[in-house]
């Protein structure tokens, strides 16, 4: 029965997130795009995102607020686990979160726009390549074995060459860590130097 009540929760969910997406997102765009008022397009995020956690009936606590720097930029860097974190800490970490996302979500009608007009970055993934560098609404990928010196910028600290978000979140669980004996220190070193400025 708790199987069923799931499923009918999760379509209910689906449905009722499209159709707001459908209706408040060309809302959004036509003020937001005119008139640059892109924190617009953020209140409607949070609203959709709001009504479909609550839909789903997922709850989440945060911990540790208290530790996030006030006044001052801050980077999160998000090892999820399912489809159901990204909009979690888009809701729960800051009400104007910019997002690396899969460029292939820019395909989605009205979605797509809204997160490239809301200042989301689009990162093109494919096989062996790795982010090198974003631009104003995408990121450039470059083969790996076509790349001076990638290891000299992102270490040997983790597998990931491909991912920024990736490596950056392994590179501070090091640090959180206190992890001594890792291939690349000054990887970690430079993570620490950047948290640590004033």
């Known amino acids: 029965m708790t199987t069923l009540i799931a499923a009918v929760r999760s379509v209910l969910t689906y ?8 209706i408040a997102g060309p809302i959004g765009l036509g003020i937001a ?27 989440y606590r945060v911990t540790g607020a208290e530790r996030v720097p006030v006044g001052r930029a801050v980077v999160f860097c998000s090892n999820h686990e399912s489809n ?14 910019h997002v690396l996302f899969k460029a292939e979500l820019k395909k989605l009608p009205i979605l797509g726009k809204v997160m490239l007009a ?25 083969p790996e074995t076509d790349v001076e010196g990638l290891f000299d910028q992102v270490g040997r600290n983790t597998r990931y060459v491909m991912h920024p978000e990736e490596i950056l979140a392994d590179n501070f669980a090091l640090l959180v860590l206190g992890e ?16 640590t400025a004033p």
């Open 15 to 22: 449905v009722v997130v499209s159709l707001y997406v459908l």
């Open 33 to 59: 795009i005119p008139f640059k008022l892109e924190g617009v397009l953020y209140e409607l995020g949070h609203i959709g995102v709001g009504l479909a956690l609550g839909l789903a009936g997922i709850r």
């Open 84 to 97: 159901v974190d990204p909009p979690v800490l888009f809701q729960a970490l800051h009400r104007r979160l």
């Open 118 to 142: 809301g200042g989301f970055v689009a990162v093109e993934r494919a096989g062996d390549r790795c982010v090198l560098a974003v631009g104003p609404d995408v990121a450039v990928m470059f």
């Open 180 to 195: 001594r004996n890792v291939p690349s220190p000054e990887i970690v070193e430079r993570v620490r130097t950047i948290l």
